[in-house]
């Protein structure tokens, strides 16, 4: 029986699942995913306080729709033998779907690095809110004002005093002017002091020693700096691109028999712009890959990727949130409104569960039309 395995269990890899169990249809077709853990962690929630409510068990949407769950880690993808090693056991495929995500890039030689905090694993952010419970008027220190740590920093804020610190000269560097006015109204709104252009040189126990020499005090420290795509890329393609993703084609295909998905894949948004490291591409990047997958095997037609219209959305706790449009980030919706648009989409990410026909149907719709986005009109009008 041909054999389609995906790696990775988050939002890439289980909407390849799903993907390729809507183009097997009735055909005679396996499909495994590998994955060590038996949850999906939807990490673009990690900030918030409750960290393990941002979990799906993994079962609930792979067991209606005949998708086998191997719990293990890749360590090994032979191409050249159609082979994967996982804990030690080959598993042959004939199509592979390279699905597992992305890291954050730890800094190498800091003194007390070992005493750093973060949000990028469910794990991390257990440490985190298990380190910080029961205290009152606690200090941070992130480390990065860039997406993640804007909202980390935003979501500390609502529970004691937080420094945000980055290299830029700008907080939301990578997120371009578009918008900086309403990110620093929410700072300041927040109470929420910034050290720009400088870093973290050393953590301590209770303390932490800035770059320009200046210590402050912090009961924990958030590295929120850097993410790159897995490892496992390496053994795909030798040209990478700078996150350390496999350039694919509109099919998503990287080689003959592998296709590349989520974060591992350099996949083209337009004739500027390659698919970024968020969830909102992630999943129909997903969704078509896995597709593929099966569909090349079964001698079905093929999907292109085709990118919805770019948005962001950045929570920004108690002082509400941004809904932008467009690589330029044109701010359509902020505030209350915008934190009110962050929690919808947090709700619309987790996948349909226990219920094959809904899994199915949404591996279908590459793309959701969200109710609470603002509508063109409105847009136009703003």
Request: charged share 25%; net charge negative; hydrophobic share 45%.
């Amino acid at each position: 029986m041909a054999h389609v395995v995906i790696i990775g269990g988050g939002f890439a890899g289980v909407w390849s699942a799903a993907g390729a169990a809507l183009a097997r249809g009735d055909a005679d077709l396996r499909i495994t995913l590998v994955a060590p853990n038996e949850q999906m962690v939807l990490r673009p929630r990690l900030y918030e306080p409750e960290p393990d409510l941002a979990t799906v068990e993994l079962g609930r949407v792979l067991g209606p729709i005949g998708v086998e769950h191997l719990r293990a880690t890749v360590s090994t993808i032979d191409t050249g033998r159609r082979v994967v090693v996982a804990d030690g056991e080959e598993i042959g495929y004939d199509r592979l779907v390279l699905a597992a995500g992305s890291a954050l890039v730890r800094p190498d030689g800091l003194p007390g690095g070992e005493r750093l905090f973060d949000i990028d694993t469910l794990d991390g952010a257990r440490r985190l809110i298990d380190h910080l419970r029961g205290r009152e008027g606690y200090s941070t220190v992130v480390v990065g004002a860039g997406f993640v740590g804007l909202e980390a920093a935003t979501a500390l804020a609502e529970r004691g005093r937080v420094l945000v610190v980055d290299r830029s000269d700008v907080v939301g560097h990578q997120l371009g002017p578009g918008p900086r006015a309403e990110i620093e109204s929410a700072l300041d709104q927040l109470g929420i002091d910034r050290r720009l252009g400088t870093t973290v040189a050393e953590v301590g126990d209770g303390y932490a020693v800035l770059s320009d020499g200046s210590r402050v005090e912090a009961d924990a420290v958030v590295w929120c700096v850097g993410m790159r795509a897995s490892e496992l890329t390496r053994q795909i393609a030798d040209g990478l691109d700078h996150l350390g993703r496999v350039p694919v084609d509109r099919q998503l295909r990287a080689l003959p028999d592998v296709f590349v998905a989520g974060d591992t894949a350099a996949a083209p948004f337009d004739a500027e712009h390659t698919a970024m490291q968020a969830c909102q591409h992630a999943t129909p990047l997903g969704k078509v890959a896995g597709y593929n997958a099966a569909a090349d095997l079964l001698g079905a037609p093929l999907r292109g990727f085709t990118p919805g219209p770019y948005v962001t959305c950045l929570d920004l706790g108690g002082a509400g949130g941004i809904f932008t449009r467009g690589w330029d980030r044109r701010v359509m919706v902020a505030g209350a409104e915008g934190g009110a648009i962050k929690k919808g989409i947090n709700q619309a990410i987790h996948p349909p569960v226990d219920d094959a026909a809904k899994i199915l149907a949404a591996a279908d719709q590459v793309y959701l039309e969200l109710p609470f986005f603002p509508r063109a009109e409105e847009e136009d009008a703003a």
